[in-house]
């Protein structure tokens, strides 16, 4: 019988973890992360311990050594080991990828407590060979999740699974702190321990190998590999390729080469931590708890700032929000490599994970519209954007691993120094506390650079930076219309448009569905009657009883009904980042009331205006049919308005067009007589165009930290 999925995992979440096969191999992988990342700190931890009484470099570089050993080999060998991997059977590659590298990592403490002189050199070849093995283990793994899940929830499961990767780390970290606090009971209970914490994080790392293995070897994974390259494109092996190439898919725009910078910017900064954590938290006296604290500051903040990152100042520029929390980020580093304190140095480095992890987050879904600006054609969109991804992604990997193993390197270059200040002070100054200062200072420049970058050409900016931050502080929409402009919201509003039995309620629908499908929040309405006041006007104004009801008192009727619902409906569910489609808007008044009772046009204009707080569509849809087809679709009874005259209803198509005519960026027109699948796909295609940041799947299979992302949208 299979046990239910995890409680409080969001509802498709559940659904793909309540296939028993996938969850077991996502719980497997979670543990076998949370290990990977325990032995990282431990084995940073152990190259400083091992090194302790050799000159301060030997320490540093130990550490960079590290750093190179875990990160290189996948940036540099995938391929190789992708090809390789293709002609082995993914079961047992898995499992005998686990088992040696458990019993590696469990050599590590054994060969360091008989072996002592030779402890670090192990450390290094053996998680040298553990990630040699990981490279055969990766693509065997990446392939098999495609054949444990049915094809539509493949990228649900590969979002948990990349979640499982890095979620993971500030698990360990913590974990890390947890055993390092109590590491005297340790080494009390367990003399043999030599460095009872690391020791332990390495043995429990082997253990977390061991359970993967068995679970690995009783899951039903077809021997046959389907393609594995095309069923799952390795995520390591075009790191360097599109790193190579992707700039062209980003660097056309300012936007593009801003977000670029300041992506880059983030992930060095943070590395930056990571290189040199275990020595700075030294020198604080922290030890290894001190490590575990700060590494789960970095990681923790990271991944707050991502999931907070879309619901945070949610009326402020997007593109400002992304240079504001790097520089936040890049001031709170500097500040990191100059105080002396280990909590104060935690919170810091918390600041800096969560403005990482904000402008990580804000940055990835508006390279997803830089990189479609960059496209001709709908088709050169989603090639061009998951190019952008995958540079990023590549890009950032390699930013990662040189800061990383530089920072140290620097760090033991740069010494340590003691200044005087004045006849009774001093100040210490640590190579790791220059370090971290000075790539604070280097980031805050780049950040002011990607600032400006990506600001130049928002065609959205609002008032100046200061007046619409405070505004955004205090909830006030800075964008909100109080004159002439017109309304900006982080959604987009779609209006079909067109004459009786058009098709619109039918297209209205597609569309919705389509949507959502696609994971956006839709709200599909209509006008009149999308309120309680709305039902009641509709009654009013589409009852053939209510013959009397003059031209003017119509106008105003259906104004009314869009005041309420702009107000009670469209704008709440815009201002949420919604996507929002009506069935009919001004367009409407003007074709009808205008043309159809000929009323003055820009008298209407100016009343509808107002009753809308000139909320503006993004795009209409006009669906153009003659009156007759589309009165002949209909059944039952005409109401009030279909019932005029086909005279009538001619004005009401021709004001449409000249609307449509008038500004041809914000309308489509298409030909309603045409089947309802054709006009549904030209729908699709010009609405895809406008919604922000479709992030593609493929792009998630190349960009980690976007499953986290897609879970808060
Ligand atoms: N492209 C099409 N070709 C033929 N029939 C269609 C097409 N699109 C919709 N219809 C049909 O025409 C009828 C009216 O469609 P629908 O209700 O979507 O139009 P509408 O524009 O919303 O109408 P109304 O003006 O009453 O709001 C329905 O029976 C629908 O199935
Ligand atoms: C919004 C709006 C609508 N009308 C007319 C157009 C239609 O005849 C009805 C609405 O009913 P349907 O279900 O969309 O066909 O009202 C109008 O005259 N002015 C308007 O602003």
Do not use: C
Not at 58 to 86: C, D, N, Q, R, T
Not at 124 to 149: G, N, Q, R, Y
Not at 534 to 549: F, K, Q, T
């Amino acid at each position: 019988m299979s046990r239910s999925a995890p409680l409080g995992a969001p509802s498709e979440a559940r659904n793909v973890l309540a296939i028993t096969s996938f969850r077991r191999l996502w719980i497997s992988l979670s543990l076998s992360s949370l290990g990977d990342w325990l032995s990282l700190l431990a084995l940073m931890s152990l190259a400083v311990i091992f090194t302790a009484d050799a000159a301060p470099l030997a320490g540093h570089l130990a550490v960079a050594a590290v750093v190179a050993i875990k990160l290189a080999p996948s940036i540099l060998f995938s391929p190789l080991a992708g090809a390789l991997a293709e002609k082995l059977d993914r079961r047992w590659t898995m499992v005998g990828a686990d088992v040696v590298r458990g019993l590696l990592y469990v050599s590590i403490p054994v060969v360091g407590l008989l072996w002592p002189a030779f402890a670090l050199q192990w450390l290094f070849i053996a998680s040298l060979l553990a990630e040699v093995v990981a490279l055969l283990w990766t693509p065997a793994k990446d392939s098999t999740v495609p054949s444990l899940v049915p094809r539509r929830q493949l990228a649900e499961a590969n979002r948990l699974t990349l979640l499982a990767a890095y979620m993971t780390a500030p698990v360990a970290a913590l974990l890390f702190a947890a055993l390092a606090s109590i590491s005297n009971i340790l080494g009390a209970l367990v003399p043999s321990l030599a460095n009872p914490e690391a020791d332990i994080a390495l043995y429990l790392n082997g253990l977390t190998f061991f359970v993967a293995a068995i679970v690995v070897a009783t899951l039903p994974i077809p021997k046959h590999n389907p393609g594995l390259s095309a069923a799952s494109p390795n995520r390591d092996g075009a790191v360097l390729s599109s790193v190579l190439t992707g700039p062209r898919h980003v660097g056309a725009t300012a936007l593009g080469r801003g977000l670029v910078v300041g992506l880059l910017t983030a992930v060095a900064a943070g590395a930056a931590v990571i290189g040199v954590g275990r020595a700075h938290v030294e020198a604080l006296g922290a030890g290894n708890g001190g490590f575990g604290v700060l590494f789960a500051a970095v990681f923790g903040g990271v991944a707050l700032g991502m999931v907070s990152g879309p619901r945070l100042l949610k009326k402020f520029s997007r593109r400002r929000l992304f240079g504001l929390v790097l520089v936040l980020a890049s001031i709170a580093l500097l500040f990191t490599g100059l105080v002396w304190d280990m909590v104060l140095s935690a919170v810091l480095v918390l600041v800096l994970g969560f403005g990482s992890g904000v402008a990580a987050g804000t940055g990835l879904r508006l390279l997803g519209t830089a990189a479609a600006s960059t496209a001709g054609t709908t088709s050169e969109e989603s090639v061009h954007r998951e190019r952008a991804f995958a540079f990023v992604h590549g890009a950032a990997r390699l930013t990662f691993l040189v800061a990383a193993v530089l920072a140290p390197v620097l760090a033991g270059l740069a010494g340590d120094h003691t200044v005087p200040i004045g006849a009774q002070l001093e100040y210490d100054l640590w190579g790791t506390g220059i370090v971290l200062t000075a790539v604070g200072l280097v980031a805050l420049v780049l950040s002011a650079v990607a600032h400006r970058l990506v600001n130049r050409d928002d065609p959205e900016a609002g008032p100046g930076l200061l007046p619409e931050l405070f505004a955004a502080l205090r909830g006030i929409d800075p964008n909100a219309d109080d004159g002439d402009g017109e309304v900006r919201t982080p959604g987009a509003f779609v209006v079909v448009e067109g004459g009786e039995g058009a098709g619109k309620s039918t297209q209205v629908r597609e569309l919705t569905v389509w949507l959502r499908d696609q994971g956006f929040e839709v709200v599909g309405t209509r006008q009149p009657g999308a309120t309680k006041l709305g039902m009641r006007l509709r009654g009013i104004l589409l009852d053939r009883e209510n013959s009397h009801i003059t031209p003017r008192a119509e106008a105003m009727l259906y104004a009314a009904d869009k005041a309420d619902h702009v107000e009670q409906e469209i704008l709440p569910a815009l201002r949420r980042g919604a996507v929002v489609i009506s069935d009919r808007y001004v367009d409407s008044t003007l074709a009808y009331q205008g043309a159809g009772r000929e009323l003055e046009i820009d008298d209407l204009r100016e009343v509808n205006r107002w009753a809308t707080q000139n909320l503006v569509p993004d795009l209409t849809v006009l669906l153009d049919v003659r009156p007759q087809d589309g009165l002949g679709r209909l059944g039952g009874p005409a109401d009030r308005i279909e019932s005029e005259s086909v005279d009538f209803h001619e004005r009401v198509r021709r004001e449409f067009r000249t609307l449509a005519d008038a500004d041809p960026d914000r309308y489509l027109v298409v030909d309603a007589s045409e089947p309802r699948e054709k006009i549904t796909r030209q729908i699709q295609k010009r609405v895809r165009s406008l919604l922000p940041d479709p992030v593609p799947s493929s792009s998630e299979a190349v960009t980690g930290m976007i499953p986290i992302i897609r879970d808060e949208d």
